[in-house]
């Protein structure tokens, strides 16, 4: 093993081939130390025989004695039952699938271990499958003198070959500790105890009289050791994004004029929050450092005023913006408000998605590359190759959770034709608990628009059992004899995209059949585009009273005179997404209400999150809420955020740990260069190549 070192590939350890070798890289295992990395789930005790009298059902234990008779049984399945005995107790071993030389070696008298989860069988306790090996009379036992772990794993990848992994890996590790690139000045103090090395034989080897339930919850200082580690790495990784941006030039915005003018046109004032944070805009845009600024305002909170503004100082100075939304009905939207604006003042707004035809695309494509248009307003599309600018000094990317950090990356590099990178401003109305944001997004300065524009008021919110349909099937009826209109939100009734717009249909009939006299109409995500936006603009001109929906209508759409929304199966959908879909009521002076319809009985749980809804309107409130619930890689769409997932860390059982952690990465960046590469390496390897540019 001397030769070996913890960075060679797992095709170095003894009896790892080609096959083993994919396995492996399915986890995400390359190098013999991503092995040390990968910890165990939970622990089994094989440190002392226990008593079979002793034994309780559902307990993992090992037992020994004689086997005092083996048979087989015959019923709907075969098995060979061994009853062992051991003076305090009986228990069965049943082996559903078993040999000729297992049935000759499972003979009465013979002495035998076992190991399992204990189980209450039809007439003893019995283990079934248990791991078991067969003793001689005189020889003496030893047990193990740590806890097992039990690792995490995948299709074909056993437990056994996984302790012969870490074994070598292990003894790799007793060889030639692990470098420590963490001075003892950065380390929190209740991980300071374990250095690297040691917290990873802890955990892989935890003593006999170790707490079990601390490493289960994952709270023991030797795992929070790793962690605080693993956060760090991920932080001085975004720090380093953000810093190699810094060598970049940027495009300095010189001229307010165009936002003089549209400031004088606009029939609302700014909040002061928004004044604020276009101030905090316009400081960061006249620099030659590219701006990198997260935006996050409540739903109705007015941003996309705000991103009118950062896009007319781009305007001003002569250099083109571009604001890229999620979905087409999103992006149409804020096409025609920005053209409402914009267009008065002589300035051209063009946009790209994907339902354009080829004619029509390369149309926009070409007047986009020759600077006829000075906003250009899209989705994805907007990331393909064909599409250039031709001075681009501003991105703006609306609901920032459904894009990556690639795909920023990817239209910022749309800039470079002008040998500088844009200003990048990117928004989101579901807001960020600030420990996530810290982690999440350490390479994006923050903004917050915490405060709604004058009349608008709170939507208030009620939360009701679905067997009180009727009520409030006329309670919409009233809503709408008083003029105004109401959602009815369908949410998922099956992954079944079709099965879910089949339920919408369903009931938008039943709907038109209870209340004969409303206007009713539907809109789903299998409707042609065309067909869902002339749905959408019909509700929006108030020629449809009740508009059922499927969730497509989560994002963007803006009708002031709704001012009912019934949300059916609410128990089904996460805090944030109820809250941003209550957000599409109460964007207008009148008081606005929404009904949380659910499928009795609901857990206490589930009761306890539509009790969140009911008691705030606060945003931040209800997605601290929805993290402690669902968890960070839920709240932020991990898979498109760009952030990598945590093998060790978890953003909400660790987030005590992240002050420690941000005072750590400044420390290392200002005092320690030379350690931020190796040990983003060693966490992160090339999983983190977004980052380059």
């Not at 267009?343 to 986009?368: D, H, M, N, Y």
């Not at 409707?527 to 499927?550: C, I, N, P, R």
């Amino acid at each position: 093993m001397a030769e070996l070192a913890i960075a060679d590939p797992v095709t170095s350890l003894k009896g790892v081939g080609e096959k083993l070798a994919e396995k492996l890289e399915r986890l995400g295992i390359r190098q013999i130390q991503d092995i040390l990395f990968h910890l165990p789930l939970r622990y089994q005790d094989r440190t002392r025989v226990q008593p079979i009298g002793s034994l309780r059902s559902q307990q993992e234990a090992l037992v020994e004695g004689i086997i005092q008779l083996s048979q087989i049984k015959f019923g709907r399945r075969r098995s060979l039952l061994c009853h062992i005995s051991d003076g305090t107790g009986a228990i069965v071993l049943r082996l559903f699938h078993f040999s000729k030389s297992q049935q000759q070696q499972l003979v009465r008298g013979q002495r035998i271990r076992c190991f399992g989860e204990v189980r209450s069988g039809p007439s003893a306790m019995e283990m079934v499958h248990p791991e078991y090996q067969l003793l001689q009379a005189d020889e003496p036992q030893l047990v193990e003198q740590a806890l097992t772990a039990v690792y995490p794993t995948t299709e074909g990848l056993h437990q056994l070959s996984w302790r012969k992994l870490m074994q070598q890996a292990l003894q790799l590790l007793n060889q030639q500790a692990m470098p420590d690139y963490l001075p003892d000045e950065v380390l929190d103090p209740r991980v300071a105890q374990f250095n690297l090395t040691r917290a990873l034989q802890y955990v892989h080897l935890p003593p006999a009289d170790s707490d079990v339930r601390q490493l289960v919850a994952r709270e023991h200082p030797a795992q929070k050791r790793l962690a605080f580690e693993e956060l760090l790495a991920q932080q001085l990784s975004m720090r380093q994004i953000r810093l190699r941006s810094q060598h970049h030039r940027a495009p300095a915005f010189s001229s307010d004029a165009l936002v003089h003018q549209f400031m004088q046109q606009l029939p609302f004032p700014l909040t002061s929050a928004q004044q604020r944070v276009v101030e905090e805009i316009r400081q960061d845009v006249q620099q030659t450092i590219p701006m990198q600024r997260l935006l996050q305002g409540d739903v109705g909170s007015g941003k996309t005023v705000v991103a009118a503004l950062a896009a007319l100082m781009a305007v001003s100075s002569g250099y083109q913006a571009v604001m890229m939304a999620p979905t087409e009905l999103l992006a149409e939207q804020h096409f025609r408000t920005f053209r409402n604006w914009l267009e008065p003042l002589g300035i051209q707004v063009g946009w790209c998605v994907g339902k354009q035809t080829a004619s029509q695309r390369k149309q926009v494509v070409a007047a986009f590359a020759e600077g006829k248009v000075n906003i250009a307003i899209g989705t994805h599309a907007l990331f393909q190759d064909d599409v250039s600018f031709h001075r681009l000094g501003l991105i703006i990317i609306d609901e920032q959770h459904r894009f990556g950090v690639h795909q920023r990356m990817a239209l910022r590099d749309k800039g470079k034709a002008i040998d500088m990178l844009p200003h990048q401003l990117v928004m989101t109305a579901t807001p960020i608990p600030r420990t996530l944001a810290m982690t999440a997004y350490a390479d994006l300065n923050v903004s917050v628009i915490n405060e709604l524009p004058p009349g608008r008021q709170p939507v208030s919110t009620v939360v009701v059992a679905d067997n009180r349909r009727q009520e409030v099937i006329q309670r919409i009826h009233v809503a709408c004899q008083q003029k105004r209109q109401v959602y009815w939100v369908c949410t998922l009734i099956e992954e079944s995209e079709y099965l879910q717009c089949q339920a919408a249909e369903d009931t938008a009939q039943q709907l038109q059949q209870a209340l004969p006299d409303l206007r009713v109409a539907l809109v789903h995500g299998r409707m042609k585009s065309a067909d869902k936006e002339a749905v959408m603009q019909a509700f929006k001109q108030g020629a449809v009273d009740l508009l059922v929906a499927t969730t497509v209508i989560e994002v963007g759409v803006d009708v002031p005179n709704a001012s009912l929304m019934v949300i059916e199966n609410a128990e089904r959908l996460g805090l944030a997404q109820l809250h941003q879909l209550r957000g599409r009521v109460g964007r207008g002076s009148i008081q606005s209400h929404c009904v949380l319809m659910y499928h009795p009985p609901l857990s206490e749980n589930g009761l306890a999150r539509l009790a969140c809804l009911r008691e705030s309107n606060d945003g931040f409130v209800i997605a601290q809420r929805d993290l402690e619930i669902r968890g960070p890689g839920e709240v932020l769409g991990t898979r498109q955020t760009g952030l990598p997932q945590f093998r060790v860390a978890n953003l909400l059982a660790d987030q005590e740990l992240l002050p420690a952690v941000t005072h750590a990465a400044e420390t290392l960046m200002k005092d320690y260069p030379e350690k931020v590469s190796p040990l983003i390496n060693r966490w992160f390897g090339n999983k983190l190549n977004f980052g380059q540019v």
